[in-house]
């Protein structure tokens, strides 16, 4: 019997140590959460073009409150939140107007940036108004671009992020393909275009990828995401070419967002 009484209370003792260790671990983590100093840099992608509901403040740079970054805050609650991502920015708009949250106490960093700087918004203009030839050598110009200049142009960014926010964590956000193959489309661009846009959307992401990772950065392959919700797979996250919201075309619907977008974050971060 007291054996009895002595393993009881020894149980009852450890199951006390464990939950108290482990409600002091959730304690912690959430402690941790809330202790985030996050900023949201980069182009539309991140500023969340084509999801609707925009900051009326942020003006032209259309951050919408369905933006990734902004459902993360949503959802994570950290400690601070500054979103700068701004609509058309190249890598120079980023390194000249969007650092200034960027400091030594952040810890946190979201940034999705190189698309306009190789004209991906000319190269989807020339395909769907000029001929199949006009395209694919327009494309062949924006790989041409992505191997010459757009790395050094991202070291200038990846640098400069390091440099204000040694500690940080950053996470650097890719484009997905633009288009299912054998789709639903039965008119507008001809496969081979969208074969090309697509191995062009690869070739930049590949290229953005080594970069992030020479830099210590890690990188968010949105591909998978978007696989079976590109244009033309009848349950699309990307709009269209919309002729009358232009700016709107080729970019991530809220869906596309919080489906393609927020969970590759969610895990990178």
Known sequence: M?????????????????????????????ESAAAVDYVALGDSYSSGVGAGSYDSA?????????AYPALWAAANAPASFSFTACSGARTADVTAGQLGPVNSSTDLVSISIGGNDAGFADVMTTCVLQSESTCL??????????????PGRLDSV?????????????VVLGYPRFYKLGGSCLAGLSEKERTAINSAADYLNAATAKRAADHGFTFGDVTSTFTNHEICSGSAWLHSVNWLNIGESYHPTAAGQSGGYLPVFNSAA
């Open 2 to 30: 007291k054996m009895s009484r002595l393993v009881a209370f020894s149980s009852s003792l450890l199951l006390g140590t464990v939950l108290a260790l482990t409600g002091a671990g959730v304690a912690n983590a959430e």
């Open 58 to 66: 942020s003006g032209n740079c259309k951050r919408s409150t369905r």
């Open 137 to 150: 050598s327009r494309i062949a110009t924006a790989r041409s671009f992505v191997d010459s200049t757009l």
């Open 158 to 170: 990846y640098s400069a992020i390091s440099a204000k926010a040694p500690a940080a964590r950053v």
